[in-house]
């Protein structure tokens, strides 16, 4: 491939790319949706590729950028003017947790793990479940939270109060097993566990889905849904 026809392709490419990326919209930038992100990854490659191939000209990277281009607008007209469209490209969000309470079921249709949620929910400056009041997973991947009401943030300064030390919030049961390396490090044992559980009517171990302790709050305990007969 000479320089020239190179150059020619480079400019023609990086034209209709962004003629592309006008029209459909900024979602394909921030890849608001899965179909978004396929779609831009796609896009990218389908340029890509074409520049570097000997065997593919000028007009054929045109054609290939705008059929993919039509085809992106035609799936933005149809999101946009029916709910059914909209619901198979775009997907809908799913409640992790409702009223301070974990979804397990949803939390296994969307194949995630306790231990994933709690990251998530740490990215998004929550540190314990017991805060939140509901948690919806965007179809992008990310997280909504509303906190309780006496978690939501207020500043010190309007409530004329004196600051108090930070504490981490430790989990100490997760999936229905007890994490004894962290119950060793809060130097606390497996009778003092019992006993707490036992407050709160729960006989074991297997029938918590997490536990968290919190200095000052004491042990958030979640058990697993009930399985009707």
């Keep these: 491939m000479s320089f ?7 400019i023609a490419g990086f034209f209709i790319l962004f003629a592309v990326v006008k029209i459909v919209g900024k979602k394909i930038i921030n890849q608001i949706t899965p179909f978004t992100f396929i779609a831009s990854i796609v896009l990218g490659e389908l340029l890509g590729n074409a520049l570097y ?3 593919v000209g000028i ?8 059929i993919w281009g039509i085809l992106l607008i035609i799936v933005e007209f149809l999101g946009q003017k029916t709910r059914f469209f909209r619901r198979i490209f775009e997907g809908k969000p799913s409640a992790l947790i409702k ?5 397990y079921e949803a939390l296994k249709k969307n194949r995630m793990n306790l231990n994933l949620l709690q990251s998530l929910l740490r990215q998004s400056e929550t540190f314990s479940i017991r805060e939140v009041a509901f948690c919806y997973l965007e179809s992008n991947g990310s997280i909504s939270i509303l906190k309780k009401p006496k978690y939501q943030k207020t ?3 309007d409530l004329n109060l004196i ?3 930070v504490c981490v919030p430790v989990t100490l049961i997760r999936d229905g097993e007890v994490l004894w390396d962290e119950l060793k490090d809060l130097e606390y044992d497996e009778p003092w566990l019992i006993m707490q559980l036992s407050s ?3 006989s074991h171990y297997k029938e918590v889905l997490i536990a968290e302790w919190l200095e000052g709050h004491g042990l958030f305990v979640q058990t697993y849904p009930k399985t009707s007969n």
Excluded at 59 to 66: D, G
Excluded at 99 to 103: A, F, L, P, Q
Aim: with cysteine; aromatic share 10%; net charge negative.
């Design 4 to 10: 020239t026809a190179l150059t020619f392709e480079l």
């Design 53 to 55: 191939d000997e065997k």
């Design 59 to 66: 007009a054929y990277i045109i054609y290939s950028m705008c």
């Design 99 to 103: 009223n301070g309470v974990v979804d």
């Design 155 to 157: 500043t010190l300064e």
């Design 163 to 165: 600051g108090k030390p």
């Design 200 to 202: 709160q009517n729960v």
